[in-house]
Each structure stands twice: as structure tokens, then as C-alpha cells.
């Protein structure tokens, strides 16, 4: 069997597909790195707990308008 030489269109649709594979792996290799560098942070320095209020507290800020 010949080999089939490619035309100029095949080889820049095979560069593409390969670019876009590339692209996919290199996203996921930087997917994995950002969820390992969130993993390190502990969910109060993120997001701070809101303070619950005792009811002495919530009759102060009623009171005062605060």
C-alpha cells in the first residue's frame, strides 16, 4: 500500500486537532494545581463565620440602630 502524502489542509487540520489536545491536557494539569493550591487554605480564612448574635446583643443593635 502507498502511503497517502497529506495535503496541506490535512496537515493543518492534524496540527489543529494536536494544539487542541495539548491545550485540554495543559488546562487540566493547571486544574489539578489550583485545587491542590485551595485545598491548603482552611474555609475560616476564605469566608469568615458571620457571628451569631445573643439576644442581649440583637436588643442592643435594635436599641442603638447600629
Known amino acids: 500500500m502507498e502511503k497517502k502524502l497529506s495535503t496541506r489542509e ?5 496540527w489543529l486537532r494536536n494544539e487542541i489536545e495539548k ?9 489539578r494545581r489550583m485545587i491542590e493550591s485551595l485545598k491548603d487554605f482552611k474555609k475560616e480564612d476564605i469566608a469568615k463565620p458571620k457571628e451569631k448574635l445573643t439576644l442581649w446583643k440583637k436588643i442592643k443593635r435594635v436599641l442603638t440602630g447600629s
Open 10 to 14: 490535512e496537515k493543518a487540520v492534524d
Open 23 to 31: 491545550d485540554k491536557t495543559e488546562l487540566e494539569k493547571e486544574k
